[in-house]
């Protein structure tokens, strides 16, 4: 069945320090979304990825879709306090309404 | 507008009790989902429902039943409940696929907790 993969498992940066999660599926992937959960909360949509080779930003976050639609990346620049949590890919194939969810990244910045 | 709401927040089950899990959104979507968060594993698809009426296995299925009850709720039942089931429980909800809008919109979540 479809799994999909990401790394690191943690990831403890400075302030200001920039920081990427990647995500790599074991099939090709219809679309891509990204969330984010803060500590106790629940996942909160951050944007969705459809297009082969797709590049989207939203402020200091950039998010990348691999030319195979089988990878995927979240890189935040400079990043703050209030970027502590936890983020999740979830992709899902053609066909089917089911997404899967990669197992996370828990980012610290550290003040 | 409340968006996904989900009842309870917290519960203790013992081994054995059973339970529903209520989900309720107004947001007029057709999805609807369960899913269940361990740490270190991310979030897996317990079941989803595509439109009223219908329903379909996800990747963690076992234990648990559903029922769509109206286009608005989502209900998920342990019979009979097994510690291996203590976990964290999402409910979601979003439109169905190739609708161009197929954001998952999270309820709070339910802590269950299985002695």
């Known amino acids: 069945g479809q799994q999909v993969m990401q790394i690191p498992q943690y990831q403890h940066v400075q302030e200001g320090e920039d920081f990427t999660t990647y995500c790599n599926s074991s099939?090709?992937?219809?679309?891509i979304q990204w969330y984010k959960q803060r500590p106790g909360g629940h996942p909160v949509f951050l944007i969705q990825?459809?297009?082969?080779?797709e590049v989207k930003k939203q402020k200091r976050l950039t998010f990348q879709f691999g030319e195979a639609k089988k990878n995927s990346s979240l890189h935040i620049t400079a990043t703050q306090t209030t970027d502590v949590g936890t983020y999740f890919c979830?992709?899902?194939?053609?066909?089917?309404?089911?997404?899967?969810f990669g197992t996370g990244t828990r980012l610290k910045v550290l003040a | 507008n409340a968006g996904v709401t989900q009842t309870p927040k917290f519960q203790v089950l013992k081994t054995g009790q059973s339970m529903t899990l209520q989900c309720a959104q107004d947001?007029?979507?057709?999805?609807m989902y369960w899913y269940r968060q361990d740490p270190g594993m991310g979030l897996r698809l317990i079941y989803y429902?595509?439109?009223?009426?219908?329903?379909d296995k996800g990747e963690v299925p076992n234990g648990y039943n559903v029922s769509r009850l109206n286009k608005r709720e989502f209900s998920l039942r342990l019979e009979s409940a097994a510690p291996s089931q203590t976990s964290v429980y999402f409910c979601?909800?979003?439109?169905?696929?190739?609708?161009?809008?197929?954001?998952?919109?999270f309820g709070p979540g339910t802590r269950l907790l299985v002695l």
């Open positions: 979601a909800s979003s439109e169905p696929p190739n609708r161009g809008r197929e954001t998952q919109y």
């Open positions: 099939t090709t992937l219809s679309n």
């Open positions: 990825l459809v297009k082969s080779g």
């Open positions: 979830a992709g899902r194939g053609s066909g089917t309404y089911k997404y899967i």
């Open positions: 947001m007029n979507h057709n999805s």
């Open positions: 429902s595509a439109s009223e009426g219908t329903t």
